[in-house]
């Protein structure tokens, strides 16, 4: 699975959070949300929220992040500093870190939202969007909080935007079917499950299927829905398709029968940022195995699925041809790249040349996240070497990150992921070691 699909959708919003860390315009502030005023933008925050967390990643505002709960389990903020759970976070913890803005579930306890308030923290909460206007709307929420009235809002909104037509541009590349697919999404074995009124109950409706977990269904009857509805797909949570697939409940279902239950962490049906775009893209790789995403960026298809979509549009003369042509020139480059591979093996790091394209500085450091005309003179060089075989798009996404990883590797450096000095003084020389 694509796992990190989110990588891919990160780059619109890092166009703009160049303008967010700059947005400290007096017309921009003072920001007013329900009862709260924020009168400057936060240069440290702490964020107890998973699904705000998602919406802060996206929009770039990764570096301002000092704590998080322990729920905030995205890979882009993993080295930040926990504080405990979102709904009983560690005051101590909290105070040690000085926040200037706190973002929190509209669930917290109220017993916990009143310690923190005591303390003199500034803590907003936010309710789930229940739509994918909903979505736009808490987007550009954060994004006001986080740089200011106008840029800020704007930010969010774009970014929210981003998403919304990436998951369009995602459903365009299933293909078309008369045949009605039917799904669902549990939560457990006993048929708790994802309704079809919200932002992540209406991911099915990308995936060109229906969601028969319908909303206002009393919970006693629920099972017995699902049940009347037969799925063909069931997606579960971490843990419950075995319970499923031993269930005496669910021994008839088509689902069942056919082995068509397949598990997807809740977190990514709970949080409302890029993870709609990770569940989303998982799901179609599971339900549309032809169809294959690149992972730089789920909206444009890899030569596989090109070639699947090309076969149903074409003649079956002119699929043959081109199959046959693309077969007999695949084993001709094999059969090449082979010859190469065994002549050059030896010596690898003889034969590497230093690379003087990128003027190194001490303080250069690149980062995921990061867009810079800089970062494609990495890729290209990562590719000389043999670590990167894709576009070279100046987007530090997750095949830039594991590539560099692969290099440090290689090279007996910290397996960060980061382009430092160290890392990219040796990539560019001629002591850079090259893969295999």
Do not use: H, W
Request: charged share 30%; net charge negative; with cysteine.
């Amino acid at each position: 699975m694509f796992k990190k699909i989110v990588a891919l959708a990160l780059a619109a919003g890092m166009v703009l959070s160049a303008t967010a860390c700059n947005s400290s315009r007096s017309e921009e502030y003072p920001v007013k949300l329900a009862n709260i005023t924020i009168s400057k933008a936060p240069d440290r925050v702490i964020v107890l929220s998973d699904s705000i967390a998602d919406i802060l990643v996206s929009c770039g505002f990764i570096k301002k992040i000092e704590g998080r709960s322990d729920e905030c389990t995205q890979e882009e903020i993993s080295g930040v500093k926990t504080v405990g759970s979102k709904l009983k976070p560690d005051l101590e913890k909290i105070s040690a870190l000085s926040p200037d803005v706190i973002f929190a579930d509209s669930d917290m306890p109220k017993e916990q939202l009143t310690k923190l308030n005591e303390s003199g923290f500034t803590v907003i909460t936010f309710v789930p969007a229940t739509s994918m206007s909903g979505i736009s709307d808490l987007f550009g929420n954060v994004g006001a909080v986080m740089a200011g009235e106008t840029t800020g809002r704007e930010i969010g909104e774009e970014r929210a935007e981003t998403l919304s037509v990436t998951m369009d541009d995602l459903q365009r590349l299933i293909p078309e079917s008369k045949v009605l697919v039917t799904a669902c999404y549990l939560y457990d074995e006993k048929g708790t499950s994802l309704k079809d009124d919200t932002p992540s109950g209406k991911l099915f409706e990308y995936l060109n299927a229906v969601n028969v977990c319908k909303a206002g269904v009393a919970d006693d009857e629920a099972f017995n829905a699902l049940k009347l509805a037969n799925p063909q797909y069931i997606f579960c949570d971490i843990g419950v398709k075995d319970k499923i697939m031993k269930s005496e409940l669910f021994k008839d279902f088509s689902a069942v029968k056919n082995k068509q239950v397949y598990e997807l962490s809740s977190e990514l049906f709970s949080r409302q940022g890029n993870s709609l775009v990770e569940a989303l893209t998982d799901m179609i790789e599971i339900m549309y195995p032809s169809v294959s995403i690149n992972p730089e960026d789920p909206t444009k298809r890899t030569e596989s699925s090109k070639a699947e979509t090309s076969k149903a549009e074409t003649s079956k003369a002119e699929t043959s041809k081109a199959e046959t042509s693309k077969a007999e020139t695949s084993k001709a480059e094999t059969s090449k790249a082979e010859t190469s591979k065994a002549e050059t093996s030896k010596a690898t790091t003889s034969k590497v040349k230093a690379d003087t394209s990128l003027k190194i500085t001490k303080d250069m450091f690149f980062e995921f996240g990061d867009i810079k005309d800089d970062i494609k003179k990495v890729q290209n060089r990562l590719e000389v070497l043999g670590y990167f075989n894709e576009e070279k798009s100046g987007y530090y996404g997750e095949v830039t990150q594991k590539a560099v990883k692969a290099f440090q590797k290689a090279n007996k450096l910290t397996q960060s992921g980061n382009c430092d000095y160290k890392t990219l003084t040796l990539m560019f020389s001629a002591k850079a070691k090259a893969a295999g």
